[in-house]
């Protein structure tokens, strides 16, 4: 009984330990990113320039359009006045992509704002699941050993209780042995005199034998 509630802990310890250190591992990486993003904001650069930002696929995706559209506006205004219709034309799809551009990454950082939010919450309460377990193994190990003793003491009691048992029976039968059991095969009689050794049949019978 005993055995199976500390595997049945130990079970428990095992999956709480690996679910906190998979959030705490999670939280570390979205706190790390977190930080990359704010001192980017900080220094006045583009979030482009943090890896996991320009790789994710909406912002790459975005970004590679918005410099195709660059690298044609420079062909066209090679060719035409700031005011042609092909430049304002170009200019303002230049300026949507830009704008879809920076939501997906402020909607990147909000993401990433979120996950780390609810990593951390995992991480506590993986943490205080694994400290409850922790604190019930040490739990069974006290009751085990209150167990053991009490096993140890109700075995003691069985053997003595087994003990007197057999005295008992024994007592049982010994008190079957009443004194009717024995017989009387001729009483004894007193003498009726002082006994006197015969020294001449004694000595009569000693040359015979």
Same mark, same amino acid.
């Given at each position: 009984?005993?055995?199976?509630?500390?595997?049945?802990?130990?079970?428990?310890?095992?999956?709480?330990?690996?679910?906190?250190?998979?959030?705490?591992?999670?939280?570390?990486?979205?706190?790390?990113? =977190? *930080?990359?993003?704010?001192?980017?904001?900080?220094?006045?650069?583009?979030? =482009?320039?943090?890896?996991?930002?320009?790789?994710?696929?909406?912002? *790459?995706?975005?970004?590679?359009?918005?410099?195709?559209?660059?690298?044609? =506006?420079?062909?066209?205004?090679?060719?035409?006045?700031?005011?042609?219709?092909?430049?304002?034309?170009?200019?303002?799809?230049?300026?949507?992509?830009?704008?879809?551009?920076?939501?997906?990454?402020?909607?990147?950082?909000?993401?990433?704002? *979120?996950?780390?939010?609810?990593?951390?919450?995992?991480?506590?309460?993986?943490?205080?699941?694994?400290?409850?377990?922790?604190?019930?193994?040490?739990?069974?190990?006290?009751?085990?050993?209150?167990?053991?003793?009490?096993?140890?003491?109700?075995?003691?009691?069985?053997?003595?209780?087994?003990?007197?048992?057999?005295?008992?029976?024994?007592?049982?039968?010994?008190?079957?042995?009443?004194? *009717?059991?024995?017989?009387?095969?001729?009483?004894?009689?007193?003498?009726?005199?002082?006994?006197?050794?015969?020294?001449?049949?004694?000595?009569?019978?000693?040359?015979?034998?």
């Amino acid at each position: 009984m005993v055995e199976d509630i500390e595997r049945t802990n130990k079970f428990k310890q095992d999956r709480w330990s690996q679910d906190y250190s998979n959030a705490r591992s999670e939280r570390i990486k979205d706190e790390v990113l =977190l *930080n990359q993003i704010q001192r980017v904001e900080r220094e006045g650069k583009s979030y =482009l320039e943090v890896p996991e930002i320009s790789a994710a696929p909406g912002v *790459n995706e975005l970004h590679t359009q918005y410099v195709q559209l660059q690298v044609e =506006l420079g062909k066209l205004q090679k060719e035409y006045k700031s005011q042609h219709p092909k430049i304002i034309a170009q200019r303002a799809r230049i300026h949507e992509v830009k704008e879809n551009l920076d939501a997906e990454i402020e909607r990147f950082i909000q993401r990433t704002q *979120n996950a780390y939010e609810q990593s951390k919450t995992r991480e506590v309460r993986f943490r205080q699941a694994l400290d409850e377990a922790n604190q019930e193994s040490v739990d069974i190990r006290r009751r085990s050993v209150k167990y053991n003793l009490l096993e140890k003491q109700t075995q003691f009691a069985e053997q003595a209780h087994d003990i007197i048992l057999n005295r008992l029976k024994d007592a049982d039968i010994l008190q079957g042995l009443t004194p *009717n059991s024995v017989e009387t095969i001729q009483r004894a009689k007193p003498a009726g005199a002082p006994f006197v050794p015969k020294i001449g049949l004694n000595i009569l019978l000693g040359f015979v034998f």
